[in-house]
């Protein structure tokens, strides 16, 4: 049975740093698409970035240039690096493992949450200005 455990959420002010760990347990996630989601109140879950077998990424608009995500596979680990962090950024952030696509000659992710069949219970994240 999957499952994925967040950790590294919590309070901070405006311009700040949040690092967000996600550990695979039960599953190998350089197998699959892995991906940081969103959630803030009266919102649709969104994708914040996702990372695919080989390292290849795709980010939200929103979060460009600020955050990184990142993967350990020695640790079975996906991270993601905020930086610069706006009051905007505040909500619910989680880890999901979804399959890999394959195009022609790559590898990559879908940003809809739809497409990611695990969850992980989720890491509040609150940005205060």
């Known amino acids: 049975q999957v499952q994925l455990v967040e950790s590294g959420g919590g309070p901070v002010q405006s311009g700040g740093s949040l690092l967000l760990s996600c550990a695979g347990l039960?599953?190998?996630?350089?197998?699959?698409?892995m991906g940081w989601f969103r959630q803030a109140p009266g919102n649709e879950r969104e994708r914040v970035a996702t990372?695919?077998?080989?390292?290849?990424?795709t980010y939200a608009d929103s979060v460009k240039g600020r955050f990184t995500i990142s993967r350990d596979n020695d640790k079975n680990t996906v991270y993601l690096q905020m930086n610069s962090l706006k009051p905007e950024d505040t909500a619910m952030y989680y880890c999901?493992?979804?399959?890999?696509?394959?195009?022609?000659?790559?590898?990559?992710?879908?940003?809809?949450?739809?497409?990611?069949?695990?969850w992980g219970q989720g890491t509040q994240v609150t940005v205060s200005s």
């Open positions: 999901a493992e979804g399959p890999l696509r394959y195009f022609s000659t790559h590898y990559y992710c879908r940003a809809s949450p739809s497409e990611y069949n695990y």
């Open positions: 039960g599953n190998t996630i350089s197998d699959y698409c």
């Open positions: 990372i695919a077998k080989h390292g290849s990424t």
